[in-house]
């Protein structure tokens, strides 16, 4: 690149408009940088087709609400042959309360002598605004006794009421009292004499409450009342 400044250049009409390619941060995808204590910003570039080297470059952060914000140490102004410039967030952001960084998407402008917006012309450069990046703020910390799940309360109900937890409860119930039924078919097919005994069983228990409890030093027993007694002897402790 050649100087702007001093003698003029006799740049040919046929070349190229001046331009600069953004090579940090990549511009793949949305970079997000967090506004915080020691947090800093560089963006780097290289030239390409320049034949007048500006002056000076301007750099500037336009953000999606309107506002805009200077890059870097010297209020957005850097020398013209610079390809890269850092910018504290933090210290922006304290020395600038009036018009702090907001967490919004922001657009990167940079341009030369000739000011934003300027026609394209050969070998000068021409501004660039592909670049976009965003910005956050962490939050504040919060001790953990103090701490509350603000969703937590009624994250239960929500499940309980959710039309697929609703249908899934329904199901398996059916799926337990058909099994169960087949279950108890198939016992009574295959163990008949067992199914009886057992219903035998359980019946005599709890078909009436013991009335009358005997006692001597070695046995004790438990008698029933009904159309017959049934007797359980065991050894008193």
Same mark, same amino acid.
């Given at each position: 690149?050649?100087?702007?400044?001093? $003698?003029?250049?006799?740049?040919?009409?046929?070349?190229?408009?001046?331009?600069? %390619?953004?090579?940090?941060?990549?511009?793949?995808?949305?970079?997000?940088?967090?506004?915080?204590?020691?947090?800093?910003?560089?963006?780097?570039?290289? !030239?390409?087709?320049?034949?007048? *080297?500006?002056? +000076?470059? /301007?750099?500037?952060?336009?953000?999606?609400?309107?506002?805009?914000?200077?890059?870097?140490?010297?209020?957005?102004?850097?020398?013209?042959?610079?390809? =890269?410039?850092?910018?504290? #967030?933090?210290?922006?952001?304290?020395? @600038?309360? &009036?018009?702090? #960084?907001?967490?919004?998407?922001? /657009? #990167? @402008?940079?341009?030369?002598?000739?000011?934003?917006?300027?026609?394209?012309?050969?070998?000068?450069?021409?501004?660039? +605004?592909?670049?976009?990046?965003?910005?956050?703020?962490?939050?504040?910390? /919060?001790?953990?006794?103090?701490?509350?799940?603000?969703?937590? &309360?009624?994250?239960? =109900?929500?499940? /309980?009421? @959710?039309?697929?937890?609703?249908?899934? %409860?329904?199901?398996?119930?059916?799926?337990?009292? $058909?099994?169960? +039924?087949?279950?108890?078919?198939?016992?009574?097919?295959?163990?008949?004499?067992?199914?009886?005994?057992?219903?035998?069983?359980? !019946? +005599?228990? %709890?078909?009436?409450?013991? %009335?009358?409890?005997?006692?001597?030093?070695?046995?004790?027993?438990? #008698?029933? *009342?009904?159309?017959?007694?049934?007797?359980?002897? !065991? !050894?008193?402790?």
């Amino acid at each position: 690149m050649s100087s702007s400044s001093g $003698s003029s250049l006799n740049i040919p009409q046929t070349a190229p408009a001046g331009g600069l %390619t953004i090579t940090q941060p990549p511009q793949t995808a949305t970079s997000y940088y967090k506004i915080a204590p020691s947090i800093t910003l560089t963006f780097a570039w290289n !030239f390409t087709d320049v034949l007048a *080297t500006p002056t +000076s470059l /301007t750099v500037s952060a336009v953000c999606d609400n309107g506002n805009t914000y200077p890059v870097g140490p010297t209020n957005g102004i850097i020398p013209g042959d610079a390809t =890269s410039v850092t910018w504290d #967030l933090w210290g922006y952001q304290t020395d @600038h309360p &009036n018009l702090p #960084l907001a967490e919004e998407t922001y /657009t #990167l @402008h940079i341009w030369g002598d000739r000011g934003p917006g300027a026609a394209r012309e050969p070998g000068e450069l021409s501004e660039n +605004s592909a670049l976009k990046f965003a910005m956050y703020s962490p939050e504040a910390y /919060t001790p953990l006794e103090s701490w509350t799940c603000p969703t937590c &309360n009624g994250a239960l =109900s929500d499940y /309980t009421s @959710h039309p697929a937890f609703i249908s899934l %409860t329904i199901t398996f119930v059916v799926m337990f009292l $058909s099994g169960y +039924s087949l279950i108890r078919q198939a016992l009574r097919e295959q163990y008949p004499q067992l199914t009886a005994t057992i219903a035998t069983i359980a !019946f +005599s228990i %709890t078909r009436r409450p013991p %009335t009358k409890l005997a006692a001597s030093s070695d046995t004790a027993s438990i #008698l029933y *009342t009904g159309p017959s007694y049934h007797s359980a002897s !065991f !050894f008193a402790s």
